[in-house]
């Protein structure tokens, strides 16, 4: 007998950002989306270049397009850290250290082709210590740039990136790396860890 596996889930958001439901991954990215739950994550070399990715050119969301390190979204129930290094593994093939958490309150929407992004999507930096095995099918090219001349060009208009990847570099400290890590509780209620 042959188990299908369950579609991946993702954690439906109220304005105030509590859990308020689940809806199937594959259905949630519409002309409508509703608000969900996601992150993002910038990894950095020991020499300060960020890791940029340009999305594989059949993905569902802003096919073909420059943005940061890694996306994706929590499972229900699962702590947001744990996503985040969950999908570094599955999407750029490779493990991180000293995962921070940067912009707890980071929210934004975009659209593209009639798609529409509608995320709570707090950003986490990170090392990558190790190379880089992308999936094809989630990643269509990589590049390590230096993070000042990265976001010095994005910051002026020269660099195209998507819609998310921009207001992020806007709100991100000139040297992530350095930022104090913010505090838990600053996440969306959804997200915020569950202490016993």
Do not use: I
């Not at 989306?33 to 070399?45: I, K, R």
């Not at 934004?108 to 990558?128: F, H, I, K, S, T």
């Not at 099918?137 to 993070?147: L, M, N």
């Amino acid at each position: 007998m042959t188990h299908l596996a369950a579609p991946e889930q993702v954690v439906l958001l109220d304005e105030e950002g509590h859990a308020v439901g689940t809806a199937d991954k594959l259905g949630v990215h519409h002309a409508g989306t509703p608000l969900h739950l996601a992150f993002s994550c910038y990894l950095f070399d020991g020499a300060g270049n960020v890791l940029l990715t340009r999305r594989a050119d059949d993905k569902r969301t802003f096919p073909g397009v420059w943005t940061n390190s890694c996306c994706g979204h929590p499972a229900p129930g699962e702590p947001l850290a744990e996503a985040v290094r969950r999908r570094v593994e599955q999407e750029l093939g490779t493990h991180l250290t000293d995962l921070r958490l940067v912009l707890p309150r980071f929210r934004y929407r975009a659209e593209q082709d009639g798609v529409v992004e509608n995320e709570m999507c707090p950003v986490y930096v990170a090392l990558a210590p190790g190379p880089v095995d992308p999936d094809p099918t989630e990643v269509g090219e990589t590049a390590w740039e230096p993070w000042a001349d990265f976001r010095a060009a994005v910051l002026s208009g020269t660099r195209e990136v998507s819609v998310w990847c921009r207001e992020q570099v806007e709100q991100l400290p000139a040297d992530p790396l350095s930022a104090p890590v913010a505090p838990e509780d600053d996440l969306p209620p959804a997200a915020r860890p569950r202490h016993a």
